[in-house]
């Protein structure tokens, strides 16, 4: 069974409305702890990607949410409501300040190990959809099958 694994924020939900990103291209972090709010978050909009993942969810796939967000209540209930809650989200932990890429890494490699299956299986089997092109770069140099979300919602809306 293939592994489908989804990033939320400008893959699957559109939350830029409640981002800064500062002078160097980073996100403000502060900004973004401070926007986190119930009346924001759910105000987030959906993306083109998200109808995919809810047809992956609908057909029974194995559909992982892999995100550097740190998860809370709100997050959640925005996930149940839309239909993209999955019993597997791998999140940031709070005070976590590993680059996306990296924290993404670990969490899929920890996720497959849970599960008994060796990184080459996992691997072999997984795709993942996420906007960061450190992410996706990092990811299909591991053996991952790495697509742009941006380009891809692009192309979903264009049609």
Not at 4 to 33: E, P
Not at 54 to 83: N, P, S
Request: glycine letters at 6%; hydrophobic letters at 40%.
């Amino acid at each position: 069974m293939r592994t489908f694994i989804f990033d939320l924020d400008h893959t699957v939900i559109d939350s830029s409305h409640r981002q800064i990103t500062l002078a160097d291209g980073s996100l403000d972090l502060n900004n973004w702890i401070e926007n986190c709010t119930k009346e924001k978050i759910m105000a987030d909009k959906l993306l083109p990607l998200a109808d995919v993942m809810r047809e992956r969810i609908a057909q029974g796939q194995e559909v992982i949410i892999c995100t550097a967000r740190v998860m809370g209540e709100h997050d959640y209930q925005f996930l149940k409501d839309h239909g993209l809650f999955v019993p597997v989200i791998l999140s940031r932990k709070m005070g976590n300040h590993k680059g996306d890429a990296q924290l993404k890494e670990l969490a899929l490699r920890m996720y497959a190990r849970n599960n008994g299956r060796s990184w080459v299986r996992f691997s072999r089997n997984a795709c993942i959809y996420d906007d960061n092109l450190n992410v996706l770069s990092r990811l299909a140099s591991i053996g991952i099958a790495a697509y742009n979300a941006t380009s891809i919602n692009a192309s979903l809306k264009a049609a």
